[in-house]
């Protein structure tokens, strides 16, 4: 069984990122759940995702705290509030984007500083800028794909199984795009 969490804040695409994942494990023939559990999506609020996929039958689409095998965080307080999630031997692909809670706006709560020091504390982390990626290539709202590109070297499926995932699951006309966006991301490697 693998299992992705997928965090982030509402319009950043956690949910087109596991609708990619879903096309990939049914393109390889695999059974996969996905649960989207999210709050305020629409107004800025936290949004997380469940994807489960094995080549047997899947029966919960909810992933049990400890139970992720990688957790793909689009914010980086996200990346900290979803790390219960992960296995000890997990992998974490957090981008490096900040976006304010409405407490820290509002001066009733502080962002914290300590991010890198608690994620650090895990085995497999890959940080990236992945607006600033997405934007260098022209497609800031591509920041999740290239996420996804740091993401796939923890997964045994081929670059033709993702990029097909992706022509799948984004408008045509958004095809090239999300393509190098992809590619952008899979120059991010897993450090130990």
Known sequence: ???VVIVGVGGQGSLLASRVLGALAISAQMDVKVSEVHGMSQR???VITH???DTSP??????EQGGAD???ALERLEAVRALPYLKEDGLIVA????IL???????AAEYPSDIDARLAEHAKVVQLDA???ATEIGVPRAANVVLMGALSHAFSFTVENWEDAIKACVPERFTDANLAAFEAGRAFKVSA
């Open 51 to 53: 994807v489960r996929m």
């Open 58 to 63: 899947v029966h919960s689409p909810l992933v």
């Open 1 to 3: 069984m693998t299992s």
């Open 95 to 98: 981008n490096r984007q900040e």
């Open 70 to 72: 990688a957790v793909m």
């Open 131 to 133: 607006l600033k990626i």
């Open 44 to 46: 800025g609020g936290s």
């Open 101 to 107: 809670p409405l407490p820290v706006i509002i001066g």
